[in-house]
């Protein structure tokens, strides 16, 4: 692909390390929220709100609820794209931040199925919704905010910082509902649950201060200088980027099963299936995530040094490879096995996979439909891949009574996203010097 992403020459160390760690806090909000449902949705959403004689049909129903997220981050995506690619990125971001903090918090005071009936199940999904709007324009703004303020050589380390808002945002939230998961289960299903939900509202408001100070990327200044905006954004991107679209997308597999087989999925496939206590999976899956905050910026950079490509490749492979082996160490019920599975899993095959993507994207589009085009091809691959997995993993386990066919579905996943990078395309400016030109929209295409 020969798409000349035109970021400017990029800021000085300080100010850059203050734009990532922007772009960092506030996806970590978002994904703070986005996983706090999902966890929920395994231990109390379907207890509380889809109560049944079966446990494992209200699990199934809560997961219904948690795939609705992501029916919306489409949806979510097309309007923030336009809006970004129009308005502005910051705009957006602050935007995206509120809703998802006011929807998250709401949540979490939302009454049971047995205190206002079918009204609690609808307000949930409802608000699952928001939610799903919210963190469908989120990553696109972080990514590019991060990206577009970056010297060519160090986009895939500044890149990897709104990456690594996911596993932060996983921590938060494991963490929390850790926490609230050690009261009596009775207190812990009465309102133990709820704290976490509740606490949004003072991160959105920590989020909000720093976001509020961010300046435009130089790339989007050009853009209205040169009065080079498109009428409708979304549609130029598939006419232009139809390719880079659909890789973007096929690329987002793997990472999406490795978090939702062996986070989402896992939590209730360990405790429930195994018998193994939450509070082990809970604290596997907590470390984990937070090495992974180490391991994201390393990818990143060795993806400035090495290319995109390889990195990804490297990452889809092991997640290929893993399936078998991490339903294999997590039923042995050792913590420090359950440990190093999620590990595999996530602290490497995730981190390889997921780091180098912000950088990546913003290299296949122009600047003028950079948000839609990144946007869209990122939420299209979690529509995809993420909404139906839990759902898809709990009913083959109901059907089969074993791991084998959620392994093999797992395996396949991480394969597209394998083929995906190894016929995709590589921007042409990755190592570009410091210094990069404005090129309108007629001068970029797909191909």
Known sequence: MDTKSSTAAGHSSPKMLTIAIASFIGSAIEWFD?????ITSALVFG???FPSGDALTGTLLAFGTFAV???ARPFGGIVAGHLGDRVGRKFVLVTTLVAMGVSTTLIGLVPSYHSIGLAAPILLILLRIVQGLAVGGEWGGAALIAVEHAKPNRRGLYGSFPQMGLPAGLCMAVGGMELASRL???????WGWRVPFLCSALLVAVGLVIRLRIEEPPAFKKVLDNHATVKLPIV????RFPRAILISAGLRFADNILYYVFTTFGLTYMTSHLGVPRKTVLVAILIAAALELLTKPFFGALSDRVGRKPVVIFGAAVAVVAPFPFFHMVGTGNP???LLAEIMVLTIAHAAVFSPMAAWFAEMFSPEVRYSGVTIGFQLGALVAGAPTPLIA???L????DYTPVAIFAMIAAGITLVCALFARVASDRKAPSTSTFIPASNTHDG
């Open 34 to 38: 986005f996983f706090l449902y999902g």
């Open 47 to 49: 207890k509380l709100y």
């Open 69 to 71: 997220g992501f029916i």
């Open 184 to 190: 009596p289960e009775a207190e812990f299903l009465a």
């Open 236 to 239: 130029e991107a598939f006419l």
């Open 336 to 338: 420090t096995m359950i």
């Open 394 to 396: 709990t009913a083959l």
């Open 398 to 401: 109901a059907k089969y009574g």
